[in-house]
């Protein structure tokens, strides 16, 4: 969201001088092929250095510690990084992949070769929620994009105005301003959140407008989420965006938002990903994209987004063969079995029918013009799926 939180990215680099012995058998077809197992390796080792972003991260550095447990040949280390950094890193071919908030822009594919020289595939997806701090109010307020979209143009300024109390019956609202807390850095986290009250409010969309970094007319400025957590947290009457598991893991309340079916909806693992599988119609190729912000049905969160990895189609970037197999099946693991992970931490797994296009769009991966391995499904140990917090 993602989540949201500049767009930033994950960039991974893959040493030279590593062997890895993947599955030869041919790759099943998609419809069979939901790896639950991790791809066989030699004690050869194959090392990754990654650059991450902060919403998808915790995720990532879990994902690895259970990756390296299955394949100690394997090692993949995490620092922090942006997505401009790592989309010019893959760029100069210096990079193995990166990720992204938000979808590659039609500059930046163009940097990487054009369209078909790209491989652009979901890995998780995340909401952003309306965070607030409104004392003796317990349970979770509900907003529309249209009641949102008044709030941060100043058009709503009392928790007790009659926009919010009419869609929030039964509920005592204090006759305390609001402060708006928004991003004052860019972030793929605001991307998102405007273009969603772009869809629902024209006002918005012609006065504030849409992107990673918008000119806010009223409100205080956080930088990332943590800056606007704590804004939200130390402000009496502050309501604020951020992604969902970031809200829960420090505790902060965040409201239902009415989705396109006219729902009230709480941005949970189970309500993000069903935004998810209502894009799948949507892609095209091996470019995996879709908005999925106000998509269509009765349980799906509207304020939703992937997150995506970026490879070249043809890994030029990659030492080897042996390499690129590694590369290729670390995604396929981290895009299936890990996708347990992900809902056990918050963040909301790809459904089945975006895992498939998924697995369609890695198999179309080449290295110097041969295929990449695939690994398969096979009766082997997984890994176990604990707790994060």
């Not at 790896?35 to 066989?40: K, L, R, T, V, Y």
């Not at 599988?277 to 799906?300: C, E, T």
Request: hydrophobic content about 40%; some cysteine.
């Amino acid at each position: 969201m993602l989540l949201i939180v500049h767009c930033r990215a994950l960039a991974i680099v893959v040493c030279a001088a590593s062997t890895v012995a993947l599955s030869a058998e041919p790759a099943p077809t998609p419809e069979s092929n939901l790896p639950a197992a991790s791809p066989e390796v030699s004690s050869a080792k194959v090392r990754m250095q990654a650059s991450g972003a902060t919403f998808p991260q915790p995720l990532y550095d879990k994902l690895v510690v259970e990756y390296e447990r299955l394949n100690p040949s394997v090692q993949i280390s995490y620092q922090g990084g942006g997505s401009g950094a790592g989309i010019r890193a893959i760029s100069d071919k210096v990079v193995a992949f990166a990720a992204s908030d938000a979808p590659l822009t039609a500059k930046q594919i163009e940097g990487l070769g054009g369209v078909d020289a790209i491989i652009e595939v979901p890995m998780v997806a995340g909401g952003v929620v309306p965070a607030y701090n409104v004392p003796g109010v317990t349970e979770p307020l509900k907003f529309t994009g249209e009641l949102l979209a008044d709030i941060y143009m100043g058009r709503v300024t009392k928790w007790n105005d009659s926009k919010i109390a009419d869609i929030n019956p039964g509920i005592t609202l204090p006759n305390l301003a609001i402060t708006p807390v928004y991003r004052s850095d860019g972030s793929g986290t605001t991307f998102v959140f405007t273009n969603y009250l772009t869809t629902l409010s024209e006002d918005f969309g012609s006065s504030v407008g849409r992107g990673t970094q918008v000119n806010w007319p009223i409100g205080i400025g956080g930088k990332g989420n943590p800056g606007v957590a704590a804004a939200v947290q130390k402000t009496k009457g502050a309501l604020g965006y951020m992604e969902m598991n970031f809200a829960k893991a420090n505790s902060i309340a965040f409201g239902l938002v009415k989705n396109s079916a006219g729902n009230f909806i709480l941005a949970t693992p189970d309500s993000i990903t069903s935004a998810g599988k209502a894009a799948v119609g949507s892609f095209k190729g091996s470019r995996l994209v879709a908005n999925i912000w106000n998509q269509p049905g009765d349980d799906v969160y509207p304020i939703a987004a992937f997150t995506y990895i970026i490879i070249y189609k043809d890994l030029r970037n990659i030492g080897s063969q042996s390499e690129a197999n590694a590369l290729i099946g670390f995604l396929s693991w981290a895009s299936h079995e890990g996708q347990k992970i992900a809902k056990e931490m918050d963040y909301a797994p790809l459904s089945e029918p975006v895992r498939l296009k998924v697995t369609e769009a890695l198999r179309s991966a080449t290295f110097q013009g041969k295929p990449v391995n695939l690994p398969t499904a096979a009766p082997a140990q997984t890994a176990p799926v604990t707790s994060a917090n």
